[in-house]
């Protein structure tokens, strides 16, 4: 007779990019297989609901396209042409490039890249110990966060906001530049919540209709760019009619009187001709503002990913300053929690090492370093070796075409630290197979919610994939970095960090792996004064207070309007290139994680341009054509998709699907700039300017791969 063994369940937190941080119940086959996932109803957050492609993850885990042993270039740069090499052999030959850069160049050729493909404290960021230790070239990480949580800090002196879960108490939920259908399914938990029990209304502010646009009771479709305009008009309908709450201005901000007679002129048809909403449109939804006092405002981080994106961010958040929603449970706004976290990570990151005299290199401009801008450098050494963890620059990072030349120098190594043989470990002299998160310890924070959770390791790694902490570790002992961080295993580090926090320790998590952090209300919603020392909102921000920290101002930064405004700088249409083109994430893919699941690709199928009917009959195009989207940094070969659900002169593609997904190879990020933004940079990914172009030629259709 056969044994039925019973599935255990095991609990955890996802680690992937995405504001939820979902803690996760998942079922344990045997020590190296995991059955389904499913979402933890004791985080009250996540309240039992996950995204499908997490719910999916045993398809990705256990893929047969993991890697599985270190790999070593045995052919041209990108030609995938690899043979399998031993551990010890791979981490000699890194150390030894790393040693030869640093004896030519200095230390500073060196450069470790990281970002977030896995969010984990100890797996994410150990990275920055051997950075710290060997003086290596630090990075200034710029790709996602900068525009939005400048423009939030500015108004509101700290990175916290009201609770998210009291979207469930609002009467009407104003999502604002995120597709949280799509992004953060746990937000429309709680405004679906706030609907069903409330009547609450939803109002969603995007740049085309999105499904969660779809599920909202008013959806408003502005051009890319515009979003200060609108806020400006809704708080000129709020100070005109007398739904302005002054009591609450006069003792909570710095300047309502110059505010209310700066916004006299921006109107509501002001702001119509430039967002292309019309004056109804924007009335009704001032209305709605100042006459429910529990609004809540869920600012997302889409619409800040233009060039006047912290402009946009602040304005936004405005809002509810000037109606005092703040008052109220189920009033407010909220962005992201990151300042309520007590989290030393010293340690972790070997802080203690930190030189500020080594140069910080622009994470988002790692096509100019890499192809030797001497301003991008900082006057410094060319980077001639390299080890990457955790993101994919050669399909995320902006300015493709540059940095693919810059992973062609054939005096530059390359070291991949990765789980799937993505777009940048194709360009690699070493390939190192990684864990999932299932497979590693580590320790996470909510950005999207108040917790700090604990992600023990369920399951046995396949083949000789490695965490990134040995890794670390494994290099620092071959290079001589000396920090007592380097001597602590994932579990002791995680230990270390919840004890000092005052959050318990790692066994006495395991049972129940999560600590909820949220502030009292009245810290939450700024009734004992927002974050600046008179404890005043700033409508009237010093947008340079931190410039130091951030290696001084950049961009247009000292023409940043003085108070919320429409603020022109993006990259304006012209006769060229006459549409705007945005890049917006996919339902089925995470940055470029789960491109590789085979349900993910099949779901989004292939790379589509999403164009308005009229704008396709005036070009002589159809529905499925091959078209060229064009811009002077280069071209991208995609399938133009009819949808009526955005302003004509807008085109939006959504995904970073691989690059071998374009018949032409070349990803959707070819044509994002790499600019920087004011004040302190960042990646405007939504804000380009294109021409469409009929493809002449053979239409060919490669998979998704």
């Known amino acids: 007779m056969t044994k039925t063994v019973p599935v255990r369940t095991a609990r955890t937190t996802c680690p992937h990019d995405c504001p939820s941080t979902c803690s996760l119940e998942v079922e344990l086959i045997d020590d190296r297989t995991i059955g389904r996932v499913r979402g933890s109803t004791e985080n009250s957050y996540t309240a039992g609901v996950i995204c499908a492609k997490v719910a999916r993850y045993a398809e990705r885990v256990h893929s047969p396209d993991r890697l599985l042993r270190p790999l070593l270039r045995c052919g041209p740069k990108g030609s995938g042409q690899f043979r ?97 259908v799509a992004t953060q399914v746990n937000v429309m938990t709680h405004a679906t919540r706030a609907r069903k029990e409330r009547g609450a209304r939803i109002v969603v502010v995007d740049v085309y209709r999105t499904p969660t646009m779809e599920q909202a009771d008013l959806g408003l479709v502005l051009r890319p760019g515009t979003d200060a305009a609108l806020a400006c008009a809704v708080m000129h309908v709020l100070f005109r009619d007398r739904l302005a709450d002054r009591d609450w201005l006069e003792k909570y901000t710095d300047v309502p009187a110059e505010l209310e007679a700066h916004l006299v002129s921006r109107t509501p048809a002001w702001a119509s001709a430039i967002t292309g909403l019309s004056v109804a449109e924007i009335e009704t939804f001032a209305r709605m503002v100042g006459t429910t006092p529990k609004t809540f405002f869920r600012l997302g981080y889409g619409f800040s990913r233009q060039r006047n994106g912290a402009v946009a961010m602040h304005a936004a958040a405005c809002i509810p300053a000037v109606a005092g929603s703040w008052r109220h449970e189920g009033g407010g706004a909220f962005h992201n929690n990151g300042a309520i976290f007590r989290t030393d990570k010293t340690l972790v990151e070997g802080l203690d090492l930190r030189d500020r005299s080594v140069r910080r290199l622009d994470q988002s401009r790692i096509g100019a370093v890499l192809t030797g801008d001497p ?182 930064w000292a023409e940043m309007p003085r108070l919320p405004d429409h603020w022109a700088v993006t990259e304006a249409a012209d006769e060229a290139h006459p549409f705007r083109l945005v890049t917006p994430p996919a339902r089925n893919f995470l940055n470029s994680s789960f491109t590789e699941t085979a349900t993910s690709r099949a779901r989004e199928g292939r790379p589509e341009a999403e164009i308005h009917p009229d704008d396709l009959a005036r070009l002589g195009l159809a529905d499925g054509d091959q078209i060229r989207l064009v811009n002077a940094r280069g071209a991208v070969r995609l399938w133009a998709r009819a949808f009526d659900g955005l302003r004509p002169g807008v085109v939006v593609v959504e995904g970073i699907f691989p690059n071998s997904a374009f018949p032409d190879g070349r990803g959707i990020n070819t044509l994002t700039g790499a600019d920087q933004p004011a004040p302190y940079g960042g990646a405007a990914f939504h804000d380009s300017r294109v021409r469409v172009e009929k493809w002449i030629g053979e239409d060919l259709s490669p998979a998704c791969t």
């Open 84 to 180: 399998e090499i031993g551990w010890d052999e791979a981490l000699d030959r890194i150390a030894e490039a790393f040693l030869a850069a640093e004896a030519r160049h200095g230390a500073e050729s060196v450069w470790p890249y990281y970002y977030a493909g896995t969010m984990g404290q100890v797996q994410r960021d150990g990275i920055n110990r051997l950075r710290h230790a060997k003086k290596y070239s630090d990075q200034f990480s710029t790709i996602c966060t900068n525009l939005a949580w400048t423009g939030w800090i500015a108004g509101h002196g700290r990175l916290t906001g009201a609770d998210p879960r009291e979207m469930a108490k609002s009467d009407l939920v104003v999502i604002w530049g995120t597709n949280a």
């Open 375 to 556: 301003v991008s450098l900082k006057g410094g050494p060319p980077v001639t070796a390299m080890l990457i963890q955790n993101t994919n620059p050669m399909s995320v990072a902006p300015d493709q075409e540059k940095v693919r030349a810059g992973f062609a120098r054939d005096d530059l190594f390359v070291a991949v630290h990765e789980q799937f043989m993505t777009d940048t470990a194709k360009m690699a002299d070493v390939v190192l197979p990684a864990t999932t998160f299932l497979e590693h310890d580590d320790l996470y924070r909510g950005g999207g919610n108040s917790y700090v959770l604990l992600g023990p390791k369920l399951i046995e790694p396949p083949g000789e994939a490695r965490e990134n902490h040995a890794v670390i570790c494994a290099l620092a002992e071959r290079l001589g970095a000396v920090h007592p961080g380097f001597e602590m295993s994932a579990r002791d580090h995680v230990d270390h960090m919840l004890r000092a926090g005052g959050y318990g320790s790692f066994d006495e998590l395991v049972d129940r792996p999560l600590v909820d952090c949220q502030p009292p209300f009245e810290r939450a919603h700024f009734l004992d004064g927002f974050g600046y020392p008179d404890g005043r909102f700033r409508f009237a921000p010093d947008w340079t207070s931190v410039a130091a920290e951030n290696d001084g101002p950049m961009g247009p």
